[in-house]
């Protein structure tokens, strides 16, 4: 059976989200990022990991989606069979992990970014992250004008991908996604589908 290891708050909910939309039997798994358990199976300490009951394991968000998405053909998640189509998923998986991803880094560990350890240099280097975030999600609202998913094929592993990213901008954007309504009709698209009430429900009770 396929296992996930995933953490509470992090990207590793997207997997969550596509295995339970496959409708396949798995097993979840929450460990603590770098714990003793899950350096054992992962030596970056790091979610999500994804194990196959053969031992094989797959690591990087990315990756795990599109491993999935093809492994489970039957679910439509990889939102289009075409070249093109396989492209945009590459190009938006890219996307969430390199721009919108790391955009969040400044606002999770401003230590990581200055030098200076004031609490004035702290807060300047939180709201550049702000900013940061807010030009990304600005890119991905324009991207969703009359559009109801991601991708032209519908609803796909990438829409799971943007969804935690999603949760932390209305917790962490001052103005939550107010100025981003796209994003948020996306959000409460996601959010309202009974799989993905099943997973949050999992993770807020664990």
Partial sequence: MTTLYYAVGACSLAPHIV????????EAVRVQYGSRELVAINPAGAVPTLR???????????????????KHP?????????????????RWSAFFTSDVHASFWPIFMPYRYTTDGSE???????EAGHKLVAKQFGILDRHLEGREYILDGGRSVIDAYSFPMIRWAMRLLPGGLKDFPNVQALHDRI????????VLAREAAD
């Fill in 19 to 26: 295995l339970e939309w496959t409708g396949a039997p798995y």
């Fill in 52 to 70: 196959e009951d053969d031992g094989w394991l797959l690591t990087q968000a990315g990756a795990i989606l599109e491993y999935l998405s093809h």
């Fill in 74 to 90: 039957e679910a439509g998640l990889t939102g289009g069979d075409s070249l093109r189509a396989r492209a945009e998923a590459h």
């Fill in 120 to 126: 004035a240099a702290r807060q300047a280097v939180v």
């Fill in 191 to 198: 959010a309202a589908d009974p799989a993905v009430q099943t």
